[in-house]
């Protein structure tokens, strides 16, 4: 069974902090990496996708990706109030995506 | 910018009757997909569609479901019969060139069974 695991939360950081969400992945034969952002009874919206090892950076926020180990990780800074959400790793396996059950982040003032 | 449409936003229905929920994917993509999120779980993939035929489908997806391209802008899933445990969230979501390419989700439609 391909399993992505995440903890699962409440991770609260203050406003302007530096948030650090993780994610492993069972499946070494993953080739692609998203993160989404879902808001509570909302669909999930694609912040990042990073495909090799190393750091993809956009804006706030940085993946990082280390195959050796099956880790993926995504780094929000200057955290805003809007960044409070449920964030899902996903991982890809053959034509479609595993989740994991996702990191649920409170930006505090 | 390109979005993926689904109707209806919610669906009320009864233990046992059909139910079809619909999907515009993004124009120029290839490759379709639906996926289901009960209150308070993950998201979960139920199948894969490409060149008209299912590529992919999870153990979920049994002869209950079916989907279909009926047209060249629409992509349906149908559930025959429904049960209780259907109630959940229905995602559809589409991409471009390859399988291993960013997904894009629709808002989703609310499913009840009562």
């Known amino acids: 069974q391909k399993e992505v695991e995440q903890n699962s939360g409440p991770l609260s950081v203050p406003e302007g902090a530096i948030a650090s969400l993780n994610c492993t992945y069972s499946d070494r034969g993953s080739q692609s990496f998203f993160w989404y952002r879902q808001y509570s009874g909302k669909s999930p919206e694609l912040i990042m996708s990073?495909?090799?090892?190393g750091d993809k950076e956009d804006g706030r926020f940085t993946a990082q990706l280390n195959k050796a180990s099956q880790y993926v990780s995504l780094l929000i800074r200057d955290s805003q109030p809007s960044d409070s959400a449920t964030y899902l790793c996903?991982?890809?396996?053959?034509?479609?995506?595993?989740f994991g059950s996702g990191t649920r982040l409170s930006i505090r003032p | 910018e390109p979005e993926v449409t689904q109707t209806p936003s919610h669906q009320v229905t009864q233990m046992g009757q059909e139910v079809i929920l619909r999907c515009v994917p993004i124009s120029n993509h290839l490759y379709f997909y639906w996926y289901r999120q009960i209150l308070g779980q993950k998201v979960e993939f139920l199948v894969s569609?490409?060149?008209?035929?299912?590529?992919?489908k999870s153990e979920i997806f049994d002869d209950q479901f079916s989907v279909e391209r009926p047209d060249g802008s629409n992509f349906t899933l149908k559930i025959r019969s429904t049960k209780l445990e259907d109630s959940a969230m229905y995602f559809c979501a589409s991409t471009g060139t390859s399988g291993y390419n960013e997904q894009f989700f629709g808002p989703g439609t609310r499913l009840t069974v009562l």
């Open positions: 990073i495909y090799s090892n």
């Open positions: 996903g991982v890809s396996s053959a034509s479609k995506i595993i």
């Open positions: 569609f490409y060149n008209n035929e299912i590529s992919e």
